[in-house]
């Protein structure tokens, strides 16, 4: 069974430019995270799509963060402009459970450095 | 706000001893507690959860505790092997909303 892909790995941007990663989670999961790591710290929660709608995107800064999931698949996260505090892993998770009690599959992630 | 909180950044444990990595937690409305595991470059995945109605989970070499008097939950390893060796998050869940601590850095040495 093929995992969750995210893409690109690594990407070093300008504060103020814009970045963009994908994700494809495993086949047949609906519900769909993101999530930003800063070093030192756990994985925080930026939004979740159940299917290709929004269930929480209460910790999203949205003036500059935006993410859509179409046809219910493939996600892609936006920032823009970016700031230098945006540096993290951004981390891409799926289940195949609409509420959240089991295991969520991570993707490897996107470093993002912000300079 | 930190939810989850594990107090202890790093464990050194030597194999074969137990390791036992440590994790608090402040809402009483989480449900269902899980432990992850994360190497370096690779996201966390998931090793062992309990759900709040239980106290003692087991998964071979894992042990999970849960103390929800305290709001405590421990993971266990007997005996600790090398490659064990990775960064461990404790990850709370409250109706679909996972919250997760900073993690530990557990090295056991050879």
């Known amino acids: 069974e093929a995992g969750v892909a995210q893409s690109p790995r690594y990407k070093i941007i300008e504060k103020r430019q814009s970045v963009a990663f994908w994700c494809n989670p495993i086949?047949?999961?609906?519900?769909l995270y993101w999530y930003q790591q800063i070093l030192g710290q756990g994985p925080k929660l930026l939004i979740q799509?159940?299917?290709?709608?929004?269930?929480?995107d209460s910790q999203l800064p949205k003036d500059r963060f935006s993410a859509e999931r179409l046809k219910g698949v493939d996600s892609t996260l936006k920032i823009q402009p970016a700031k230098l505090e945006d540096s993290a892993v951004y981390l891409c998770?799926?289940?195949?459970?609409?509420?959240?009690?089991?295991?969520?599959?991570f993707g490897e992630g996107s470093r993002l450095t912000v300079l | 706000d930190q939810q989850v909180k594990q107090n202890s950044p790093s464990l050194s444990v030597q194999e074969g001893r137990i390791s036992i990595l440590n994790c608090d937690y402040t809402?009483?409305?989480?449900?269902?507690f899980l432990w992850y595991k994360k190497y370096p470059a690779e996201g966390p995945t998931f090793l062992i959860s309990?759900?709040?109605?239980?106290d003692k989970n087991e998964d071979g070499r894992f042990t999970v505790f849960l103390n929800k008097s305290a709001k405590h939950l421990s993971l266990h390893i007997v005996p600790s092997q090398p490659g064990d060796s990775a960064v461990y998050f404790c990850?709370?869940?409250?109706?679909?909303?996972?919250?997760f601590g900073a993690g530990t850095r557990l090295t056991v040495k050879p």
């Open positions: 998770a799926s289940s195949p459970r609409a509420v959240n009690t089991g295991e969520l599959f």
């Open positions: 809402n009483s409305m989480f449900d269902y």
């Open positions: 990850a709370a869940s409250a109706r679909g909303d996972m919250r």
């Open positions: 799509f159940q299917n290709n709608g929004v269930v929480d």
């Open positions: 086949s047949g999961h609906a519900t």
């Open positions: 309990i759900s709040s109605i239980k």
